[in-house]
Nanobody, 121 residues
Framework: QVQLVESGGGLGQAGGSLRLSCAASGNIFNINAMDWYRQAPGKQRELVATITSGHTTNYADSLKGRFTISRDNANNTVYLQMNSLKPEDTAVYYC???????????????WGQGTQVTVSS
């Protein structure tokens, strides 16, 4: 089995920073892209950022310059550094990864359970 476990959420202040982590574990042969999504109350889930195994990154236009995605391939971990936080960043943040499990050929997308980020003004 493959699991993604997020950590690092919680309460932040406007203008402050938070760092999220997401570690993939289990029977993993290869991890392709790793992503962060978020879902605010009453809104659809949206893509925040994505990073390939070669460390190519892509961001939602509205978040460029404030959020930074990175990954540690050796430890199957992806990070999201969130700076200059705003109350509108309040959401449940999910990591996702495109993973080829051991013994399989085709990749599947796996999701973490989500971590709450609340930004106070």
């Amino acid at each position: 089995q493959v699991q993604l476990v997020e950590s690092g959420g919680g309460l932040g202040q406007a203008g402050g920073s938070l760092r999220l982590s997401c570690a993939a574990s289990g029977n993993i042969f290869n991890i392709n892209a790793m992503d962060w999504y978020r879902q605010a109350p009453g809104k659809q889930r949206e893509l925040v950022a994505t990073i390939t195994s070669g460390h190519t990154t892509n961001y939602a236009d509205s978040l460029k310059g404030r959020f930074t995605i990175s990954r540690d391939n050796a430890n199957n971990t992806v990070y999201l550094q969130m700076n200059s936080l705003k109350p509108e960043d309040t959401a449940v943040y999910y990591c996702a990864a495109t993973i080829i499990p051991t013994g399989r050929v085709w990749p599947s997308q796996y999701w973490g359970q989500g971590t709450q980020v609340t930004v106070s003004s």
